[in-house]
């Protein structure tokens, strides 16, 4: 499976942020680190569906916008209360200024 | 570790107490039949959704097996013998504590010209919500009494039912408590547009019930006549238990930094609780907020388990009507200037600054969670005691992550 799928360049995003990219029914959420990397994680909170695009990038961690589940957006590890269930993340690579990110 | 109260903060810190190690035995004690679930929803999703709305359970059966806590519903605490250090249950079973939480709430303040209708409701439980939802049908005349968070979102829901919505508010305006003019006059003309009346700066006369409605007359002498009057008219904490046990109480239960009350072996947090703020010079304050609720949870477990961790939390709540999403950080009462800073998107923000420069709190509206990046900067910035320059606030081309750095 060799998936890639463009989601924006990577002048979309400033360093330590976040954007969304919806793709075929499905909703993403695009990270740039602090140290321009960049990550992709589905877009959704695991505890309410809440689009993680609207919440804060702090180094590498993304906060949902309504109740502060934090979940690390490398990993995709919750870090705790109220969310307990990891975000899935998908591999992301730059060509070209392009940002792709592989789908399964 | 007994817990008496299963919402949102005695679940929490049930949980919290494992997290940090503590091997014993864990009793939460709640009085609905239900697993604990999250209240936010029974105001908004679950007056709404298309399907039998079931209740958002805060944790499963398995959790709280496989963290060894012992979830004793449908009961309630009659008594603490702070002597003996026991609680006493409703059916006489006597439940030792070493530390004992109380997490007992708030309930909704009773409104007397009501008692004794029968079609006037408060909501609280997942049990009220279902008893209101079922009356939300099109067409049914649904007066809200109260203008503010929850009857406010009931409003927005009874309307997506296709309900002909009044809401009433003795205020000269709604969101009175905690909310500016500014944001609270969009959400005012947001109901407007979808046909809610609202009628303000007029006090009740009188309720009274007819076969299968109620009347409603105004203090000016408006009629208005309603299948189902839900009353909205604040909260008031549960205090009764801490009071018979002779804990020290005035609105709220009366804790210390670390949520102690006056029984060093006895913590009180969530709703229930006034206690010091420090970030504002130590008031004493009683939060009616999901946030807090959860975060006073965590650390009173911390506490119990021999911590002395203070609360420096900013107060932060939200509310969602409509499309529209409400925000606020920290308290404004202080606040002597204000600065907004518009976000586009019919979004934007007001920063309010105390009279030394300090941001004391920040409000913010728009569409969706559009305020929520910017209002938990602003967040970081009060906790931070910072003082930032009003024109950077202002420009939308300042980043706010820039000011923190500051």
């Known amino acids: 499976m060799s998936n890639w799928v463009e989601a924006c360049t990577s002048d979309d995003i400033d360093e330590e942020d976040v954007m969304r990219f919806d793709h075929d029914g499905r909703t993403f959420a695009i990270y740039r680190s602090p140290e321009d990397e960049f990550f992709a994680t589905d877009g959704l909170c695991t505890h309410e569906h809440i689009h993680l695009a609207d919440g804060l990038v702090m ?46 | 570790m007994v817990i008496i109260g299963a919402g949102e903060c005695g679940v929490r810190a049930a949980f919290a107490l494992r997290e940090n190690g503590y091997g014993g035995t864990i009793a939460l004690i709640g009085t609905e039949p239900h697993l604990p679930y999250e209240r936010p929803p029974l105001s908004k999703e679950t007056m709404v959704s298309d399907d039998h709305p079931l209740p958002r359970t805060i944790a499963s059966i398995e959790q709280f097996a496989e963290q060894r806590i ?10 603490i013998d702070r002597a003996a250090k026991s609680v006493v249950l409703h059916d006489g079973r006597k439940i030792p504590y070493e530390r004992l939480l109380i997490a007992t709430g708030a309930l909704p303040r009773a409104l007397p010209l009501a008692a004794g209708s029968k079609h006037c409701v408060t909501l609280r439980s997942y049990d009220d919500a279902l008893r209101i939802r ?3 049908g099109p067409a ?35 969101l009175m408590r905690g909310v500016p003019e500014e944001i609270a006059e969009v959400i005012a003309a947001r109901h407007r547009h979808e046909g809610v009346t609202l009628r303000c700066g007029t006090g009740i006369a009188s309720i009274n019930d007819t076969d299968d409605s109620v009347d409603i007359t105004l203090a000016d002498g408006m009629e208005i006549a309603a299948d189902l009057a839900v009353i909205g008219i604040g909260a008031v904490p549960v205090t009764d238990l801490a009071e018979a046990a002779g804990l020290e109480t005035t609105n709220g239960i009366i804790v210390n930094d670390w949520l102690q009350t006056s029984d060093p072996d006895i913590f009180a947090a969530g709703d229930c609780c006034a206690f010091p703020l420090a970030i504002y010079g130590g008031r004493r304050v009683r939060l009616e907020a999901w946030r807090n609720a959860q975060e006073q949870g965590s650390l009173a477990a911390r506490n119990m388990l021999g911590g002395q961790e203070p609360h420096e939390s900013v107060p932060w709540f939200w ?53 929520a990046k910017d209002i938990r900067l602003a967040e970081m910035l009060i906790q931070r005691g910072a003082r930032p320059v009003p024109a950077q606030l202002q420009s939308s081309h300042v980043k706010l992550k820039s000011l923190l750095a500051a």
């Open chain 1, 59 to 104: 180094d590498e961690i993304i906060e949902c916008p309504k109740h502060n589940g934090r979940f690390n957006y490398k990993t995709g590890q919750a870090k705790g209360a109220p969310v307990c269930v990891n975000l899935r993340t998908y591999p992301v690579k730059v060509e070209s200024g392009k940002v792709l990110i592989q789908l399964g």
């Open chain 2, 70 to 79: 012992d979830f004793i519903g449908n009961s309630t605490a009659a008594s």
């Open chain 2, 134 to 136: 079922a009356r939300f």
């Open chain 2, 140 to 174: 049914a005349r649904i007066a809200i009494i109260g203008g503010g968070f929850i009857g406010l979102e009931l409003a927005a829901s009874a309307r997506k039912r296709g309900a002909v919505v009044t809401v009433i508010e003795a205020q000269p305006r709604i």
């Open chain 2, 319 to 371: 509310s969602d009507q409509y499309e529209l999403g409400l925000q606020v950080a920290g308290l404004a009462d202080e606040a002597t200037q204000t600065i907004r800073r518009d976000l586009g998107d019919d979004a934007f923000i007001l920063f309010h600054l105390a009279a030394d420069g300090r941001l004391v709190a920040a409000s913010g509206i728009g569409p969706g969670n559009a305020v």
